[in-house]
């Protein structure tokens, strides 16, 4: 560019040096150039992208050099003016001859129209009207020049720009023209006018430079508006906050723009670069010890921050130096995270201006605007985020677990693998309904951790609804995410601290592959949580297959049916006598449950009750129990023969607040003494700590009734442990009992458990006694009570009526009490 316009300029340098040079007074070149120096520093910039043009009174200056010492000393006068005053803006040597060439070609081209124009007298009217013709195309053609050179480097400006950059040579510059004819001709009659002049042209310099300010600041009020007006519009996207980037760029005309936003939920730390080198990145906005960066954001500071290479310190250039910028703006930005986001403006792209307080100002009230998009940004992103992730634990719902899934699985359709883990809490009903939801949202937010903190590092961990999570593994096959789950269900199996106690933490899980077991999200879950219902009702860890789907119909069509089957007999007893150990006397029957389906045949027992633990139905089937178990009780009370009925409690109803009136209405119901039941209870229902800690089985035993530890031995308590609790007894597991005849070990656990419990003052029930040599063992060891099918095998109603004919006999009632006794007779 700089060689095109002084190739331009050569012609005309040539033309004026080889016109009449006009002999002029010695002092009227300085004053002249001191002239040009003074109008040229009350300018007007217009800034165009990287191009700055300066309008200026310097046209009043030049009519009257032109009049005074013609077209060759003007040239030197002006052009030395515009030379030294671009060496003292330090502006760049090219730069520098392109300035003082480009007013050469002004110069010589208002020398050339007054050469073809009628010039007389400065008093003749048709003179003014020449130096008008002359001057006004003359610095229009400064203009063209620059708004050619942008065309070409940078592309059309707009029609509204053009029009901008073209009303000062519209309306300014024949002002300035007309100021320079009237001084002319003042000066024509009296050189004492100047004493009248100077202070005039300094009033209007004043004027026009105070006309250049509001000018300026007026354009900065447009652009902070069409700032706002721009912002409104952007999205909440990365996109939305680089279009910030690029707006504030474009309002203070910047070569570089950084915006750094700190982590925001799921986002880490941000910086979008907005340069016009291209660069998304460059050192120090994103440096918190950055001095620059902590002075805006301390609050140390009211407003942005300008620093200027000019007047910096040596740390503030240092600062500045490491960006590679001579000015500098700097502001904090408000965030929904709580720590603020910085701001930072480098360098004018104008070769001329530099910021100034004025810019401060622009940038506070933008400010306000980019506050508010930066806000509106992060609450749809919280909007977005809220949808895909749950609110209670933060980890990835279910919806954002299946987009994860679809994406993995899209992304290579023939060779994808993935591997998904189902884990549901196995105590999460019994907290919630013991502790209350506080409690149990606690203990969601402990197993969200082990998950975290146990999950290999490539996983997702998820939160599905209720007590569900799940764990999305990439690129794993069905085996491996087999391990992985056993792994991790291991891993996370502890006690934890919830609600000032200490909870047992198990997961049950039910693992799924892709894409064996299919290739979608939908199924894939579909079919872990198929799994899941297998593994919570067997080892803990259940893969998904085929003949699961089946299962789970059945385990759906028997939830449904559940409450009908009690209500139409499908649900029934069967009870198995328990004698004393030394005199042959049935002590007690235990009331097992049994549910003959007319489709499914006999089904489990395990697997009905659990399925109603897992729907909530399990405290009307207690309660159907006991009514059977009270019943056949009242039926032996009328017999006049005493007969107590045992009566298993699962875990989950110690929990629920209403068991205590339950028993109590049951036992007034069928009028049966509260010492003439039993309640058998698993080991780890009673020594858990929920259970401890309340009341429930004191209120039991005030009813009268026996409370009795089932299958002891198989969990974690021990026998001190029950001194603090209301138990009568302890029933020894039989897998213990099933092995004495073989095993000195199984009899030496047993002699242990029964010796252990009599220093307790707790009576022993033995199970699975199946031979004379182990009832022999265990009433030598002094075992209590025995269960077994040496004794009998459970039997219904009216099977157990026969067998009392059968096998046994009738003994008087024993001192002070009221009724028979049945024996079994050998």
């Known amino acids: 560019m700089a060689a095109v316009v002084i190739a331009l300029a050569l012609p005309f340098v040539m033309h004026l040096a080889g016109t009449a040079v006009r002999p002029v007074a010695l002092w009227a070149v300085p004053a002249f150039f001191v002239a040009f120096l003074v109008a040229e520093s009350l300018t007007l910039a217009v800034e165009l992208r990287s191009h700055t043009i300066s309008c200026s009174v310097a046209e009043a200056v030049l009519v009257l050099s032109l009049v005074e010492m013609g077209g060759a000393w003007t040239a030197v006068a002006c052009a030395g003016a515009i030379g030294a005053i671009s060496a003292r803006d330090r502006l760049p040597a090219a730069k520098i001859l392109t300035n003082v060439a480009m007013t050469v070609v002004q110069v010589g081209v208002a020398v050339l129209l007054l050469q073809h124009l009628p010039v007389g007298a400065i008093s003749d009217p048709l003179t003014w009207l020449s130096y008008l013709t002359a001057v006004i195309p003359a610095t229009a053609v400064g203009t063209l020049i620059i708004v050619g050179a942008i065309i070409v480097t940078q592309g059309n400006p707009g029609r509204a720009m053009l029009a901008g950059l073209f009303v000062p040579v519209l309306v300014v510059y024949p002002i300035s023209v007309v100021i320079g004819l009237v001084a002319a001709l003042v000066l024509d009659r009296t050189a004492w006018a100047w004493l009248l002049l100077l202070p005039v042209l300094l009033i209007l310099g004043l004027l026009y430079r105070r006309f250049a300010r509001v000018t300026r600041e007026g354009e900065t009020l447009h652009r902070v508006y069409e700032f706002a007006r721009r912002v409104e519009q952007v999205g909440s996207d990365e996109d939305g906050t680089r279009r910030i980037v690029e707006a504030v760029k474009e309002l203070l005309n910047a070569d570089r723009v950084a915006l750094w936003l700190p982590p925001y939920l799921d986002e880490g730390p941000r910086l979008v670069v907005a340069a016009d080198d291209g660069r998304s990145w460059y050192d120090g906005p994103s440096d918190p010890d950055d001095l620059i960066r902590r002075r805006a954001t301390d609050g140390s500071v009211d407003g942005p921050v300008l620093v200027s290479l000019a007047r910096a310190t040596e740390a503030e250039a240092a600062a500045l130096a490491r960006r590679g910028a001579a000015d500098l703006l700097a502001a904090p930005v408000a965030t929904a995270a709580g720590e603020p986001g910085y701001l930072e403006i480098c360098d004018r792209r104008s070769d001329v201006v530099s910021f ?354 089932d299958d002891f031995g198989t969990g974690y308590s021990s026998l001190s442990q029950l001194r603090q609790l209301p138990i009568d007894e302890v029933k020894i597991d039989k897998s213990f009992v099933l092995g004495m005849s073989t095993s000195q070990g199984e009899s030496f656990i047993a002699r242990s458990i029964i010796e252990l419990a009599h220093n307790l003052g707790l009576r022993v029930v033995a199970e699975g006694v199946e031979d004379e040599l182990t009832r022999n063992l265990l009433a030598e060891m002094g075992c209590d009570k025995l269960q077994g099918f040496l004794v009998s095998r459970p039997l219904p109603d009216e099977r157990l009526e026969s067998w009392i004919l059968a096998r046994t006999g009738v003994r008087s009632a024993a001192p002070g009490a009221p009724h028979r006794r049945l024996f079994v007779r050998t």
């Open 356 to 709: 100034v307080d004025g810019d401060r100002a622009a940038l506070d009230s933008m400010l306000t605007h980019v506050n508010a998009a930066i806000r509106q940004q992060q609450l749809l992103t919280q909007i977005r985020y809220d949808a895909d992730h749950d609110r209670l634990t933060g980890l990835p719902n279910r919806q954002r677990l299946a987009v994860e899934i679809d994406q993995l699985l899209a992304a290579d359709p023939v060779a994808g693998r993935a591997g998904l883990i189902l884990a549901a809490l196995d105590n999460y009903t019994e907290v919630t309904d013991t502790l209350g939801h506080a409690a149990s949202d606690e203990l969601l937010l402990v197993t969200a951790g082990l998950l975290r903190e146990h999950a290999p590092p490539q996983a997702l961990v998820a939160r599905m609804e209720g007590e569900q999570f799940a764990v999305l593994l990439p690129g794993l096959s069905l085996a491996a995410t087999e391990r992985a789950a056993r792994r991790l269900r291991e891993a996370t199996s502890t006690r934890a601290r919830v609600a000032g106690l200490d909870l047992e933490v198990t997961l049950s899980i039910g693992v799924a592959a892709a894409p064996v077991h299919g290739t979608d999200a939908g199924t894939l879950m579909q079919r872990a949580d198929v799994a899941l219902l297998a593994g919570s009702g067997s080892s803990g860890v259940a893969s998904y297959h085929p003949v699961l789907d089946q299962q789970s119909l059945r385990r759906l069509q028997l939830g449904t049916e559940l409450e009908l089957a009690m209500a139409e007999g499908q649900i029934s007893v069967v009870f198995q006598p328990i004698i004393d150990a030394r005199t042959s006397d049935i002590v007690s029957v235990e009331t097992l449950v049994r549910w003959a389906h007319p489709r499914y045949g006999a089904i489990a027992p395990d697997d009905f009750i659990h399925l109603a633990e897992q729907i909530g139905r399990i405290g009307l089937l207690t309660d159907h129990v006991l009514d059977l178990a009270l019943a056949r009780c009242r039926k032996w009370l009328d017999q006049d023969i005493a007969l107590c009925v045992a009566v298993n409690l699962s875990a989950r109803c110690l929990t629920e607040p209403d068991l205590v009136d339950r028993v109590r209405r049951a036992l007034r119901r069928h009028g049966v003494p509260g010492e003439l039941l039993t309640l058998e209870l698993t080991e780890g229902s009673v020594v858990d700590d929920s259970v401890r800690s309340s009341t429930v089985l004191a209120d039991l035993h005030a009813l009268g009734l026996r409370l009795s530890m």
